[in-house]
């Protein structure tokens, strides 16, 4: 057997076979097919595919099937199945499912296996993470899209921190450092002022795509929604806050829908392991947590717009609209702003050119990746930052921890700090700052300097990862609601003179009545995730308590 044969799985996971009870399962509401080797269960570039399970020989997943560079990069056989994240949150199919031998498949329509996961919970969480863990395989793999383009172009530089964002496997040819990007763009008739240029599986060529463009790679609507629909609920923002808001608005009867700018989950969704989530004692990933709340909100109907960025906003009473910057407007009676805050952006000189290939804002599989086994630096004291050093330490010795203040009990959750003390890798400067990054043709190394002496030192690092402060997202608000000097928006009894109503405003409600803000971008907020969970759901609350108050007779459309 070969090194992509049953028991090896390279890119994807090691072998995942079904129970037999989940077989049976499966089996009542799935329809078995017999297959010849060949047989294409589904191709790159379909908008959607079905949950397919290998009951008699084996299966191949294949990138570039058909190409010169065609090459297998997971086998599987009896008792395993098909597919990855993307499949239950609507993205298109990157790779082809081929059988590579003669056999049997159990073949369950895609809309049956998302019932039938929110209806088993073993069932959900076995698939949920062998998903999981095929994604991350592939992001270090970079299996899946290609981009084409210099590292010294900002928007080559946007296009690799929003695959990032959106936890896509993407494989980058760099035009200044790898040959064959040349040579791909001759042999493809490309100019150069059509750069960057994305390869998608199956489908067009896309040239300098916008955010319009990158959205229909993802299954998104068009851009043409009828402005005239109005929904009850609109949820801007899917970290934590915003997807238990979109969860229990759907859940409760209302007609919700949530956009985010990039991937749901937010910057918790970037996290390695969140340790002190209840109900998980051996932890789970941010991307697991965001997963699972993306399916529960498609479980009870949440129109679900990704890589959908909020750009203006225009209140009036029982209807509010949201535009995106790809023009769709969104209206609704209700909003609820989750659009949660931004780590600030490392003002060393230069630091910006290298922004997404060097310098740093989340700290996952793909970035790991790409300065694996260099050594790195994270800036920042609080959770995230240890959570990225922690994670980035399985890869890269050492992890440089760069502290401003002069401790970290006083920003660090304590099962946090105790295990970066424990672990070798991790050296922690406490007052310390960065003051200069020296790069020619990537990032090698970094100098700190110490705040109460002044003295300098330089850290011969391949990467920076930067999570100091945050800047709340509420500028594309227009400086129609009220906030406080930081831009964080004010809420409830903070409002003072900025509410606009007769009646007291309700906790969680902005100086615009019917529009409610949750998480990170609140004033005053706990910046940890239950908490944000928490305010999300109670906000749903206060909607109908809202309606109840204003003599709102929509309550439901």
Not at 28 to 35: E, M, W
Not at 328 to 344: N, Q
Request: hydrophobic fraction near 45%; aromatic fraction near 6%.
């Amino acid at each position: 057997m070969d090194d992509h044969g049953l028991s090896g799985n390279p890119a994807w996971t090691p072998v995942a076979l079904l129970a037999l009870e989940h077989l049976e399962r499966l089996g009542a509401v799935g329809s078995k097919h017999a297959t010849a080797a060949g047989d294409v269960l589904f191709a790159a570039g379909d908008a959607s595919y079905d949950f397919f399970v290998v009951l008699d020989g084996s299966a191949d997943i294949v990138e570039g099937l058909g190409e010169a560079t065609e090459r297998v990069v997971a086998s599987y056989g009896p008792g395993e199945f098909l597919g990855e994240i993307g499949m239950l949150t609507g993205e298109r199919a990157r790779l082809a499912g081929v059988m590579r031998s003669a056999g049997r498949v159990l073949r369950v329509p895609l809309r049956q296996i998302q019932v039938l996961m929110t209806q088993d919970s073993a069932l959900s969480d076995f698939v949920l993470r062998t998903f999981l863990e095929r994604r991350a395989n592939l992001l270090r793999k970079g299996a899946g899209l290609t981009l084409v383009g210099s590292r010294y172009d900002p928007r080559c530089r946007a296009l690799l921190q929003s695959f990032s964002r959106n936890r896509t496997a993407v494989n980058w040819l760099d035009l200044e450092e790898q040959p064959e990007a040349e040579a791909l763009l001759r042999e493809l008739r490309v100019p150069v002022t059509d750069l960057p240029i994305v390869l998608v599986p199956g489908r067009p060529m896309l040239r300098n795509p916008q955010p319009a463009d990158i959205a229909a790679e993802f299954g998104e609507p068009p851009a043409e929604v009828d402005d005239r629909d109005v929904c009850d609920l609109l949820v801007v923002g899917g970290g934590p806050g915003g997807l238990a808001a979109a969860v229990y608005g759907a859940s409760e009867g209302l007609q919700t829908a949530l956009l985010d700018a990039a991937a749901f989950g937010g910057q918790a969704g970037t996290s390695s392991r969140i340790e002190n989530y209840l109900g998980f004692p051996a932890g789970l990933s941010g991307a697991e947590l965001a997963t699972r709340g993306t399916v529960q909100a498609a479980k009870f109907g949440v129109r679900l717009h990704r890589n959908a960025r909020a750009v203006a906003f225009a209140g009036r009473t029982g209807r509010h609209q949201v535009t995106c910057d790809d023009g769709r407007v969104f209206s609704a009676r209700d909003v609820i702003i989750a659009t949660g805050a931004e780590y600030r952006r490392l003002t060393v000189p230069g630091a910006e050119a290298w922004e997404g290939n060097g310098v740093h804002y989340a700290a996952t599989v793909a970035e790991a990746q790409s300065c694996l086994g260099n050594p790195v630096a994270v800036i920042g004291g609080a959770n995230s930052a240890g959570q990225a050093a922690m994670f980035l330490s399985r890869t890269s010795d050492p992890v440089h921890l760069l502290v401003r203040g002069q401790d970290l009990e006083h920003s660090m959750s304590r099962y946090l700090l105790d295990a970066i003390v424990a672990n070798p890798k991790i050296q922690v400067w406490l007052r310390t700052e960065a003051c200069a990054l020296d790069a020619g043709s990537a990032v090698t190394a970094l100098d700190v300097v110490d705040r109460p002496t002044g003295r300098r030192s330089r850290l011969e690092v391949g990467a920076v990862f930067v999570f100091i402060g945050a800047t709340p997202c509420t500028g594309w608000l227009g400086g129609q609601l009220a906030t406080d000097r930081d831009g964080f928006l004010l809420t409830g009894h903070d409002l003072d003179h900025a509410w606009k109503a007769d009646r007291a405003p309700l906790s969680f409600e902005t100086s615009e009545p019917g529009v409610f803000c949750v998480g990170d971008a609140r004033s005053g907020s706990v910046k940890r995730v239950a908490t944000a969970v928490g305010e999300g759901s109670a906000a749903v609350r206060l909607v109908f308590e809202r309606r109840r108050l204003d003599g709102d007779r929509h309550l439901f459309l």
